[in-house]
């Protein structure tokens, strides 16, 4: 499979040690992507390799974790580590970009966690990141909900891309556990044109998420200087 990488946090599973896996590859080319050497690929690596990785970190780990790029690109193997990572009794949690909820229904049952990202209100996906998958991300997080898999939705908050009203939009339409809205960092970003975008301060998101909190109780936000805070 394409394969960014692997590395041991206790940041990715609220509460746990996971095992990250990074898969290469991405169906969308989001302007503030502070990923962009891996939206074309991985490294070409055996899936036998990363499961003998997850099996030789199991007695440290409590959860693995797949994020990427998208993980749903390549949902076959996907689907197969799950299902090997439940087989040793690791908690599971899938990071996607909802482009594929088809995929998503394949493995759900194998997920204990999903964080979904919703990057802008359904209806107008196309004027933040470019690509109007909107109803396709409305629908995975249907799908989320109507199982019983924890669900965390999460929005970037960039600048000059999102406003309030865009925010309160997004809030009123989530049906989830969890709303986390995470700090856009301009350094390494896609676009070019967004390096010079002021980084949201942890006030201003802080302020956000209150604002946001009569439409949806359940909110934290993340930042680069204070981490995981609940609003
Ligand atoms: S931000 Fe996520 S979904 Fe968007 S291009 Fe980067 S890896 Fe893909």
Known sequence: MELGGTVISSLEYPGKVSLVIFTGGCNLRCPYCHNPEMISGGEGVPREEIESEIRKQKDFIDAVVITGG???LQCAEVKQLLEFSKGLG????????GGFPGRLSKVLKLVDYVALDVKAPFDDYKRIIGSDIGAKVKKSMEECANSPTYLECRTTYVPGLLNQEDMEKIAKSLDCDLYTLQQFRNRTVLD????????PSRDELFKMAENLKPIFSNLKI????FGEEMV
Do not use: G, I, M
């Not at 993340?222 to 200087?225: N, P, V």
């Open 70 to 72: 998208e993980p749903l």
């Open 192 to 199: 070019r044109k967004l390096h010079k975008t002021p980084n």
């Open 222 to 225: 993340k930042t680069a200087e």
């Open 90 to 97: 690791l908690l599971t949690k899938l990071d996607t970009n």
